[in-house]
């Protein structure tokens, strides 16, 4: 299987390749990414100016994807792993460069989504794709820049800022057309949504209301689903110097939950997760010093039925808050920016099976981004953490960019994280499959990475390497099949990885416009631990990943194509090819899909097939 991996990836990469020297002789066209701010660093930075590997996925690139949900998008992401449970959004785990999903942070416009309880419903996110306006993915330990829990990197989900009324009406429907399991019902799998996303307003005011309600029956035994989705986001220039943001979203997920969590006997199980998050904050600037206070609160609902028909035996109910308040300040010198601030986050929880349990966790930071002349560029800061079980800790990092010339740029960054237990990892009592261990101490990271960057009209490229490590390691692990699984700290973790990105778009002439993307990863993870006991990580870590696309537009016509092949450490590998096509007309535009083109069998997480091909077809309208 990996030589045949190998094969497909160097055979994609010589037929797009071929397109390059055609491509450099065409016309010129903006580079949007460089006015992008980038909004989850304290200190905002611009795109072009960032000193590490930032990516950037923008509204316009969202609407030519073959997705339904940020999930699907973050699929295609280089660096990310999704591992779906439940499709068409339901329920992932997100991980960064072979990392676990506990240890990468996911931001709702600045705000942390951490859930004290599990990682594993981190990504109900209150907000329809159509809301999104970009999101950053930064790749490495970042305590320095997002706290705690960002001990493989970062994702922050910007969400869109109009000074001009719009409305976007997206519907849509689809199915794989097979018929139903035995006794789940008659008919075939099908299902869609509505979402329904608004902005108005003018210089001084504007809003955004979005809300988005998604059904499916399913694509196989007890697998359906159902989403609900409301959203605000607000924003009040009181003057030039002073706003005010306000924030406000609630999710609610009802899925199937047949071989989730624990396989074979849970296939009548299912799950209910409500989830909201909310956030008021000001800007105020004094000259050159800026300070910018916000106060946010996350709360959880999860509601685990092993037996949905029966509850009144083996239901897990678990109620999670986190109050979040922080101080963030900058102030720009003759030496470059200085930013400084404080964080504190009090995070409680009560559960059927956890009990109930409450900590503080309050953070210190001091940043300076700085530059010599006009061809190094640098930050460096140090984040102090104090949890209430865990005492302090402090957390340094460095990033330097050196601009070769106004198309090459090599960069170089070490950065240290933390990762504190959740409260799953301490208190779990669901025996005979898993118990906490009150015993283990948070995992602490260092990372080091250094890459080189090209970009000249519409071709970009990148590549790179990184080696990390991390202490008190913390995986879930038994002795034999007899046993629960627990937590334990196995020592240390450490590795490393090596990738390439390449990107280019050019202009055929005649209203006809052509692009192609690859990006390729390879990790090499190494495990300090007995041999004796199994792991639940070793089977999940990512070993290759390749993701390629091509795009194609002709008038109101436009149409892409994307593959993306997985391989993992000790699992099948699987390729999984979508496609989408989209034709405007006026302010409607209609498209269709096809996921899983080839019919691919293969699973992501657990013991939960993913869907074989899926068909869609769907209407948006846009008005503004």
């Known amino acids: 299987?990996?030589?045949?991996?190998?094969?497909?990836?160097?055979?994609?990469?010589?037929?797009?390749?071929?397109?390059?020297?055609?491509?450099?002789?065409?016309?010129?066209?903006?580079?949007?990414?460089?006015?992008?701010?980038?909004?989850?660093?304290?200190?905002?930075?611009?795109?072009?100016?960032?000193?590490?590997?930032?990516q950037i996925v923008t509204q316009q690139e969202i609407e030519q994807m073959p997705v339904r949900s940020l999930n699907e998008v973050l699929s295609y992401i280089s660096g990310v792993d999704i591992r779906q449970r439940g499709p068409f959004g339901a329920q992932a785990d997100i991980s960064i460069d072979g990392g676990t999903s506990e240890q990468t942070l996911v931001l709702l416009n600045g705000v942390k989504l951490i859930d004290a309880q599990s990682a594993h419903n981190m990504m109900n996110i209150p907000i329809p794709l159509s809301a999104i306006d970009h999101i950053e993915i930064l790749r490495g330990a970042a305590a320095r820049i997002y706290g705690i829990n960002a001990l493989t990197g970062a994702i922050n989900i910007v969400t869109k800022t109009l000074d001009h009324p719009s409305l976007n009406i997206d519907v849509h429907s689809g199915s794989s057309f097979k018929n139903k399991d035995e006794g789940d019902g008659s008919g075939i799998y099908w299902g869609g949504g509505a979402a329904l996303t608004g902005t108005f307003g003018n210089k001084k005011v504007n809003h955004l209301l979005a809300a988005s309600q998604n059904n499916y029956n399913g694509q196989r035994y007890n697998s359906a689903s159902k989403a609900s989705k409301i959203f605000y986001d607000g924003n009040y220039n009181i003057n030039d110097n002073?706003?005010?943001?306000?924030?406000?979203?609630?999710?609610r997920s009802h899925y199937g939950a047949n071989g989730f969590y624990a396989a074979p006997g849970d296939v009548n199980s299912a799950e209910i997760v409500k989830s909201s998050v909310f956030s008021l904050s000001s800007r105020h600037k004094f000259g050159k010093f800026i300070l910018a206070p916000r106060i946010s609160d996350r709360y959880g609902d999860d509601d685990y039925r092993y037996f949905k028909d029966d509850l009144s035996t083996a239901?897990?109910?678990?109620?999670?808050?986190?109050?979040?308040?922080?101080?963030?300040?900058?102030?720009?010198?003759?030496?470059?920016?200085?930013?400084?601030?404080?964080?504190?986050?009090?995070?409680?929880?009560?559960?059927?099976?956890?009990?109930?349990?409450?900590?503080?966790?309050?953070?210190?930071?001091?940043?300076?981004?700085?530059?010599?002349?006009?061809?190094?560029?640098?930050?460096v800061g140090l984040y102090a953490n104090y949890n209430t079980d865990y005492n302090w800790q402090l957390y340094p990092g460095l990033d330097l960019a050196y601009l070769i010339d106004t198309h090459w740029k090599i960069s170089a960054s070490a950065g240290s994280g933390e990762r504190v237990p959740s409260f799953t990892d301490l208190y779990l009592d669901q025996r005979p499959g898993n118990i906490g261990n009150p015993d283990i101490q948070p995992e602490s990271a260092w990372n080091y990475e250094g890459n080189i960057q090209y970009n000249k009209k519409n071709f970009k490229f990148q590549a790179g390497y990184f080696y990390r490590t991390i202490s008190d390691f913390i995986d879930w692990v038994r002795e034999n099949e007899s046993e629960p699984y627990a937590p334990i700290n196995f020592g240390k973790n450490k590795i490393q990885g090596i990738y390439g990105r390449i990107q280019q778009s050019f202009d055929l002439g005649h209203k006809q416009k052509f692009g192609y993307h690859l990006s390729y990863n390879y990790l090499n993870p190494?495990?300090?631990?007995?041999?004796?006991?199994?792991?639940?990580?070793?089977?999940?870590?990512?070993?290759?990943?390749?993701?390629?696309?091509?795009?194609y537009g002709i008038g109101q016509f436009s149409c892409q194509l994307e593959n993306r092949l997985l391989k993992r450490e000790l699992a099948d590998g699987y390729d999984v090819a979508d496609f989408r096509?989209?034709?405007?007309?006026?302010?409607?535009?209609?498209?269709?899909?096809?996921?899983?083109?080839?019919?691919a069998q293969y699973t992501e997480a657990g013991a939960v097939p993913m869907p074989t091909r899926w068909f869609a077809l769907g209407a948006k309208f846009k008005l503004q």
């Open 526 to 551: 190494i495990i300090d631990r007995s041999s004796d006991l199994q792991s639940k990580y070793a089977l999940e870590s990512l070993k290759h990943q390749f993701i390629a696309g091509i795009n």
């Open 1 to 54: 299987m990996q030589v045949l991996i190998m094969k497909k990836i160097f055979l994609t990469i010589g037929v797009l390749a071929s397109f390059f020297s055609f491509a450099q002789q065409k016309k010129d066209q903006s580079n949007q990414l460089d006015d992008v701010i980038i909004q989850g660093n304290r200190i905002q930075t611009p795109f072009s100016q960032a000193t590490r590997d930032i």
């Open 315 to 379: 239901r897990s109910r678990h109620y999670t808050n986190a109050l979040m308040l922080e101080l963030n300040s900058s102030l720009e010198t003759a030496i470059g920016t200085i930013g400084i601030g404080w964080e504190s986050r009090f995070e409680k929880i009560s559960s059927s099976n956890i009990g109930k349990h409450k900590r503080e966790n309050h953070g210190a930071y001091a940043e300076l981004k700085s530059s010599i002349g006009r061809k190094l560029e640098g930050s």
């Open 581 to 599: 096509a989209n034709y405007q007309i006026n302010k409607i535009t209609l498209y269709s899909s096809i996921n899983n083109i080839f019919d």
């Open 242 to 251: 002073n706003s005010i943001q306000a924030m406000a979203g609630y999710a």
